[in-house]
């Protein structure tokens, strides 16, 4: 199992930037693919993006396409998420995710294992 810690949150105007990290122990990173998801208040989980073991691949909602950048550092254990021209609709706790299924861009959450306990982000308008 792996423990994972998100960090970066906060909150942000409308049209800024923030970038989230997200910290692995107990197993290495290079093992799993990974992803980040978030909640927005009152609704349901949704998928943001995600990154093969390699960082060769990468996907992304169309909702943070071109605004959002995956990326990850192996030899550090961490997953990183740049986001720029935040939108207010993008107020969630933010979640980094593993999927063992390391060479593969999964969309679905219930394909992710171990997941990290959350990081704010506020979004003002």
């Known amino acids: 199992q792996v423990q994972l810690v998100e960090s970066g949150g906060g909150l942000v105007q409308a049209g800024g930037s923030l970038r989230l990290s997200c910290a692995a122990s107990?197993?290495?990173?290079?093992?799993?693919?990974m992803g980040w998801f978030r909640r927005p208040p009152g609704q349901a989980r949704e998928f943001v993006a995600t990154?093969?073991?390699?960082?060769?691949?990468?996907y992304y909602a169309d909702s943070v396409k071109g605004r959002f950048a995956i990326s990850r550092d192996n030899a550090k254990d961490m997953v990183y998420l740049e986001m720029n021209s935040l939108k207010p609709e993008g107020t969630a706790v933010y979640y980094c995710a593993t999927d063992r299924y390391s060479w593969v861009c999964d969309l679905g959450y219930r394909r992710y294992e171990d997941w990290g306990q959350g990081t704010q982000v506020t979004v003002s308008s």
């Open positions: 107990r197993r290495p990173l290079s093992m799993y693919a």
């Open positions: 990154i093969v073991w390699n960082a060769g691949r990468t």
